[in-house]
């Protein structure tokens, strides 16, 4: 009798529970979709063009036929514009050759460091080949051809030391100003001291040898000048005050006293030499002695002749020698 009082109210309570929650239905947003459902929103048949495919509009659209043709620029027409550029000076050459660094900063100071220098003049950048196990004394001799406007007075130099797995370590900086001498032609190496950020920010990391050169835009274009400009021919005759009644008798008779002595002059000198008038001159040569002297001190190793040779080779242009010497030479 007890247990079916109790299992009376059992079904009574579990009535009453069922009725205070809503039934399932599927307009319910709770409830998971049927199956049918999610087959209604499956794409059966062939797959348009642009399925899965972004759709640019017209103005999205890039033509190069219209767009490029803006941009493009021939090598004789940017020379043109960077000549008639009032705030253009000329072209600079920076050699970053190589560094004497003071601390190895490599892996608890047993792993050799892989140096390379970053640098900036004006809004211009470069950072020079990695140095792989250079170590405290890293050789990069790297030339770099800069276009050298007005402002771009100094260089800031950056010395790091490659890391694989961490941010690359910093070594050393260094500020340089373009010396004056370098803007006036003459090629300049120095070594400049590389100094710390931390605590110790006024202490020297080493030293890096730089060398500069400077080629102004009116010893750039000077050669092209000069060949393309004539020598002109004067006329000894034509400004000289001659009478007008022997003017046709006159110049006949001293072409024909002119041809006399050259006559009387090859009869008089011996076989197989020659007046001095007919000797041409050799060309003086595109350098001077002192243009020698410089590359010897940068490199006292190589032979005189070598570098006049280069120099020869080259038509003077001592930027060309150093970078063939610094390339070829260990």
Avoid: C
């Avoid at 001799?141 to 276009?147: E, F, M, V």
């Avoid at 190496?189 to 080493?206: D, T, V």
């Avoid at 010893?219 to 005759?237: G, I, K, L, Q």
């Avoid at 022997?246 to 030499?273: F, R, V, W, Y």
Wanted: net charge negative.
């Amino acid at each position: 009798m007890a247990s079916a009082t109790a299992t009376s109210s059992y079904a009574a309570s579990a009535g009453a529970t069922s009725s205070n929650y809503p039934a399932i239905s599927s307009t319910n947003n709770n409830v998971v979709p049927k199956f049918s459902e999610y087959r209604s929103r499956v794409m059966l048949g062939d797959l348009p063009q642009d399925f899965l495919r972004i759709q640019f509009t017209q103005a999205q659209i890039y033509n190069p036929a219209v767009q490029g043709m803006r941009q493009v620029y021939s090598p004789v027409q940017l020379q043109q514009q960077l000549y008639h550029n009032p705030n253009f000076l000329g072209y600079f050459t920076l050699t970053i050759a190589e560094a004497k660094l003071v601390k190895n900063a490599g892996l608890l100071g047993l792993i050799k460091m892989d140096p390379y220098v970053s640098f900036r003049i004006g809004h211009v950048a470069y950072d020079t080949p990695i140095a792989s196990g250079g170590g405290k004394n890293p050789q990069w001799k790297a030339s770099y051809r800069i276009n050298l406007f007005k402002g771009m007075d100094r260089i800031h130099l950056e010395v790091y030391d490659q890391r694989n797995f961490t941010e690359d370590s910093f070594i050393g900086e260094s500020e340089i100003v373009i010396p004056h001498e370098v803007m006036e032609g003459e090629t300049r190496q120095h070594w400049y001291p590389l100094m710390g950020r931390q605590a110790s920010a006024n202490e020297n990391q080493g030293d890096i040898l730089v060398i500069m050169s400077f080629l102004s835009v009116r010893a750039a274009n000077h050669p092209a000048m000069a060949s393309s400009t004539e020598t002109p021919v004067v006329n000894p005759n034509e400004n000289a005050n001659i009478p007008t009644g022997h003017a046709a008798t006159s110049l006949p008779n001293q072409s024909a006293m002119m041809t006399e002595q050259q006559q009387q002059q090859q009869h008089q000198q011996p076989i197989g030499e020659h007046s001095p008038s007919a000797v041409p001159k050799p060309p003086p040569p595109p350098y001077s002695l002192e243009d020698v002297r410089t590359i010897e001190e940068m490199f006292p190793t190589v032979d005189r002749r070598i570098i006049t040779d280069l120099l020869d080779k080259h038509h003077g242009n001592k930027d060309l020698v150093v970078n063939h010497l610094l390339q070829n030479i260990a």
